[in-house]
């Protein structure tokens, strides 16, 4: 079992940058996979970024040379670095642990991207 909590998230104008914060409350280090979803209203939850224990990272088509996705298992946090913000990447943040057959969610954060 793990905790998590997203912090990071707010109100940012077009092509700007934020990075989100995902702490763990345990090692991460045996968590072969962690990952970073997203909802916009209206819309289903997709995949922003994931990243495997041994470093390897995919990301969705929209935010691929804007977004990095990074982990440290010293810190049993992952982040996301987003870059040249769109307001199409306004929505709820959420990061997520897959442990075994189960996956765990935080609480997401709100990222606001408008003039």
């Known amino acids: 079992q793990v905790q998590l909590v997203e912090s990071g998230g707010g109100l940012v104008q077009p092509g700007g940058s934020l990075r989100l914060s995902c702490a763990a409350s345990?090692?991460?280090?045996?968590?072969?996979?962690m990952g970073w979803y997203r909802q916009a209203p209206g819309k289903q939850r997709e995949l922003v970024a994931g990243?495997?224990?041994?470093?390897?990272?995919n990301y969705a088509d929209s935010v691929k040379g804007r977004f990095t996705i990074s982990r440290d298992n010293v810190q049993n946090t992952v982040y996301l670095q987003m870059a040249s913000l769109k307001p199409e990447d306004t929505a709820v943040y959420y990061c997520?642990?897959?442990?075994?057959?189960?996956?765990?969610w935080g609480q997401g954060t709100q990222v606001t991207v408008s003039s």
């Open positions: 345990r090692s991460i280090s045996s968590i072969n996979a």
């Open positions: 997520r642990a897959d442990v075994a057959l189960l996956h765990y």
């Open positions: 990243i495997t224990s041994g470093g390897t990272t």
